[in-house]
C-alpha cells in the first residue's frame, strides 16, 4: 500500500532537517551572513551584479555591448574576486547546489523507477 500524503510530507520535513544539518548548508549560510554583515562585501556584490544585468539586458535587446560595460563587469569580478568573504560564499554556494542537485537527482530517478513499476 502506497504511503499517505501524510507520511511522504513527514519524511519531507525530516530531509529538510538533514539537508538543514549537514555541513554544506550550514557552511554556505555561514559565509552568506557573514557577506550581509559586511557593507563592502555587499556593495561589490551589488555593483556585480548591476554590471552583469545590465550587458544581459543589452544582449537581450540585441544593442551593443559598449567597452565601458565590458570594463565595468570586468572591474566588478576583480573586485569580487579579491574579496575573501565573497570568495568564501561563492564556494559554500557552489558546494550547497551541488548537495541539493544530487539530493534532486535522486528523488527524481526514484520517483521513476518506482512509476514505471
Known amino acids: 500500500m502506497p504511503d499517505s500524503l501524510d507520511e511522504i510530507i513527514d519524511q519531507a520535513r525530516e530531509l529538510g532537517r538533514k539537508i538543514a544539518a549537514?555541513?554544506?548548508?550550514?557552511?554556505?549560510?555561514?559565509a552568506a551572513r557573514a557577506v550581509a554583515e559586511d557593507r563592502q562585501a555587499q556593495?561589490?556584490?551589488k555593483t556585480y551584479q548591476e554590471a552583469v544585468n545590465k550587458i544581459r539586458t543589452l544582449q537581450s535587446a540585441g544593442k551593443?555591448?559598449?567597452p565601458e560595460d565590458k570594463r565595468k563587469v570586468a572591474d566588478a569580478e576583480r573586485g569580487v574576486a579579491g574579496d575573501e568573504k565573497l570568495k568564501a560564499?561563492?564556494?559554500h554556494q557552489a558546494?550547497?547546489?551541488e548537495l541539493m542537485q544530487r539530493v534532486n537527482g535522486a528523488i527524481d530517478q526514484a520517483s521513476q523507477s518506482e512509476g514505471g513499476s
Open 22 to 30: 549537514h555541513p554544506r548548508t550550514k557552511d554556505f549560510l555561514a
Open 43 to 45: 556593495d561589490l556584490l
Open 64 to 66: 551593443p555591448i559598449e
Open 89 to 91: 560564499m561563492m564556494k
Open 95 to 97: 558546494d550547497y547546489m
